[in-house]
């Protein structure tokens, strides 16, 4: 159950370290217990405040953002001084580790650089010939 305050696509990287939130919960207990009038319950609520934080920046809250509809354009070497393994390297960077599509955006540059798509840079790299448009070899 996620709190009213609380964005829904927060997680947290070390879960099981918010059981250590009753350590600040048993601090904030004992002080207010041993708090012999109101002025007193002071220091121990935060005690407990920092204690709890801690504990929270401990868990390692981190959130996901989602964008639809913009992608970034990637920007593809394809000179002559890649040899064929790095080109299939940067196939496989593209495609497995970035997830980019045929059609999103990219520039091939070797002497300089021009808009091109995922798609042509697969089609550059598969036969061999480099960028043609880029300048030099």
Known sequence: MI???????????HRDLLYLL???AVILLWGLINA???RRVF????????????VVAL?????????????????????ASITP???AWTLKL??????????????????DATPQSIGAVESAF?????CAECGPG
């Open 22 to 24: 009753a350590i600040p």
């Open 59 to 79: 868990a390692n809250p981190q959130q996901v953002m989602h964008s639809e509809g913009a992608a970034r354009p990637a920007i593809v070497d394809a000179s």
């Open 3 to 13: 709190p009213a305050g609380m964005p829904h696509d927060l997680t947290f990287a």
């Open 94 to 111: 593209l495609h497995d580790d970035l997830g980019l599509r045929a059609g999103d955006p990219a520039y091939m540059f070797a002497g």
């Open 36 to 38: 012999r009038e109101l």
């Open 85 to 87: 393994a790095m080109r």
């Open 43 to 54: 220091a121990p609520l935060m005690r407990a405040i920092v204690l709890a934080l801690f």
């Open 126 to 130: 598969a036969n061999g010939s480099g």
